[in-house]
């Protein structure tokens, strides 16, 4: 007994050492951190307040690097590092409204002579989107101030943007890669029955295909129906708006295959020549004669350079002050999930509480609620409707501005606003419910493993373990088709249209802005800047400012996350492990589903999502 409470006693004498040591660590760094802000404190003090230089004259470099987002995601430090073991690089986000206040601001700034679109880093990214940042470089164009794209090679969305240049530039051995957009899924059905993985399914929706990839090996004839109309119409609107940019004919964006291999033979194969003489390209420049011909047009650096600031460094002073009156902007991006939100999703608890803070903010008079989802959970969704519901009550106009996909939950959340704006090339509809439960009895089985109990209720049993009953299968179904129900009501009421005609043009099916507005389910096109020009008459206001509604950090979770990105700098841990390209894409597919999985968490198992809403990046 003595050795024991000897043994006890060494332990808590170095648990207390412990602690005691990590309490004199953390007392040294902030003790540490105050001598360094004391320091910083008084040395600039005695600095000369700076004035402002006269800078030269110079182009604005967009040289975005990596995909162009809604809103930044918030990811924990962790999260980066384990990222980057599974060989998946975490790029770095550009806000598509900071690209747009950049070039806007560059427009109006005499210092600044020009723009040079340089996009090879930049990823694929949706045509709504893609559209918002060309009309922010039409208007810096009719400035007067040229504009000239420059690149070894352009995919699909780096060309459509470098079409709005009035000179495009390409490396001699370079080539404009354009696929067509297309929605394609990985099929698992014959996998889970080689694993013994039973899979039940609940629906209601002709053309609800999300949960075609457990139950299906391809894609169902109605999915690929209702694919094909929106598909085709994007598509159609991407080279329509190329075409007259470069002043080409239509066709020379969509050539068959056997057009393009006659063209292509015809130049011996080089992609290069091809690209110029269909007139995607005007001239063919290595990187020197490049930086000549910029330098000729924009002045030189003295260093075989430009003269330029790229966008990530230009920095527009700007003296405004915020308005007496705002129109507060929500933006909701990612899966719906409910609860708080995480790394990409639309948390139902934090998105509300954001547009409950707007609605108890006395300076806010109307709000902008813009989406870009492809839905989710149904819960979490109707706790944002709710709070849509709640600012109008208040008399605070809610308009809606629709970005690349507003669908399913993402179409839910929207409905009850005064006003719903999208884009022709927006994504929406896909009104329609499902359920989805995996059981794993068989697969348990096969290695000896039974589940058996007893419950007081035949709801007590239930879970992936144990086979599903006949009687709850049905009794789920019944709770989809309830909430399905629901669904399409609640679109009738708030867009005075009859149930039936919304029971039409539901099913889960997907439309265009456009389509969906001809059939009532969008007042308007227009886009960002459209819905706060509608939400400010809304409000009957003229002079306000925009209060972009944000979560903050608390300062202890602003200094543990700054402490812990730094750390995975000093370490390396953001060094990307470079996979071949094929199992990287197999990765990143794979990785996607297992997430669209991760994102399933509504307490009713009921879910409102639209399936094959990405069509630029398969």
Not at 144 to 168: C, P, R
Not at 284 to 306: K, P
Request: net charge negative; glycine share 8%.
């Amino acid at each position: 007994m003595k050795t024991l409470l000897k043994f006890f006693g060494t332990i808590i004498k170095w648990c207390w050492k412990g602690l005691s040591f990590a309490r004199q660590l953390v007392l040294n760094l902030l003790f540490i951190a105050i001598l360094v802000g004391l320091y910083f404190a008084f040395t600039m003090e005695h600095e000369a307040p700076a004035v402002p230089k006269q800078q030269p004259q110079r182009a604005l470099l967009v040289d975005i690097a990596g995909p162009i987002v809604e809103k930044q995601r918030r990811m924990h430090p962790y999260d980066l590092a384990t990222r980057n073991l599974f060989g998946q690089q975490v790029e770095m986000e550009n806000v598509l409204f900071d690209i747009v206040d950049q070039i806007r601001a560059a427009a109006k700034d005499n210092s600044i002579n020009g723009m040079v679109l340089s996009l090879s880093d930049m990823s694929e990214t949706s045509l709504t989107k893609l559209r918002y940042i060309a009309k922010a470089i039409n208007e810096f164009k009719a400035t007067g101030k040229k504009v000239v794209a420059i690149g070894g090679h352009y995919n699909q969305s780096q060309y459509y943007l470098a079409s709005y240049a009035d000179e495009i530039l390409m490396a001699p051995d370079g080539a404009v890669l354009l696929r067509g957009y297309g929605t394609y899924n990985l099929y698992f059905k014959d996998l889970l029955e080689k694993l013994d993985i039973t899979t039940h399914v609940f629906r209601v929706g002709t053309y609800k295909s999300f949960v075609e990839p457990y139950t299906r090996t391809g894609m169902s004839e109605q999915a690929k129906e209702a694919s094909a109309v929106w598909l085709n119409q994007l598509w159609g609107a991407y080279v329509d708006d190329v075409a007259s940019n470069r002043n080409i004919p239509v066709e020379t964006l969509s050539p068959s295959t056997e057009t393009l291999l006659e063209n292509l033979k015809a130049v011996n194969g080089d992609f290069a020549k091809l690209s110029q003489s269909m007139g995607l390209v005007d001239e063919l420049l290595t990187r020197q004669q490049i930086r000549s011909r910029l330098s000729g047009i924009y002045g030189s650096d003295g260093e075989d350079s430009f003269n330029y600031v790229s966008i990530y460094d230009y920095a527009p002073l700007d003296f405004s002050l915020p308005k007496a009156e705002q129109i507060a902007v929500v933006v909701a991006s990612g899966a719906i999930v409910d609860g708080f939100e995480s790394d990409g999703t639309i948390g139902g608890d934090t998105t509300a509480a954001l547009l409950r803070e707007a609605r108890l903010n006395s300076a806010v008079k109307a709000v902008v609620l813009r989406v870009d989802s492809p839905g989710g959970s149904a819960f979490a969704s109707e706790v944002i409707r709710n709070e849509v519901e709640a600012l109008k009550e208040a008399g605070k106009p809610v308009v809606v501005s629709m970005s690349s996909v507003a669908a399913s939950g993402g179409y839910w959340i929207s409905t009850s606003a005064n006003r719903i704006l999208a884009q022709p090339t927006t994504i929406t509809g896909s009104i329609g419910i499902f359920g989805i439960l995996t059981t794993f009895e068989d697969a348990l089985a096969k290695y000896g493993v039974y589940s058996d109990g007893i419950g007081t209720t035949p709801f007590a049993g239930v879970g992936v373990t144990r086979a599903l009953p006949e009687s709850i299968g049905d009794i789920m179904q019944l709770g989809i088709e309830n909430g399905y129900q629901r669904f399409i009501s609640l679109v009738a009421s708030q867009r005075d249209l009859s149930i039936e005609d919304v029971d039409n043009i539901a099913q889960g099916r997907v439309w265009t802005g456009y389509d969906a507005m001809k059939r009532g389910l969008v007042d308007q096109m227009g886009d960002f800047d459209d819905a706060v020009a509608v939400a400010a008459e809304l409000a009957n206001i003229d002079d306000y400012s925009l209060n972009w509604m944000e979560e903050p950090l608390s300062p202890a979770e602003q200094f543990i996350y700054d402490l812990m990105a730094q750390t995975i700098v000093a370490l390396e841990l953001d060094q990307v492990v470079k996979l071949p390209s094929q199992i990287n894409t197999l990765t990143k597919g794979v990785m996607a589903e297992a997430n669209q999985l991760n994102n399933l968490n509504d307490p009713n198992g009921q879910y409102a999502i639209c399936p094959n809403c990405s069509y630029f990046e398969n």
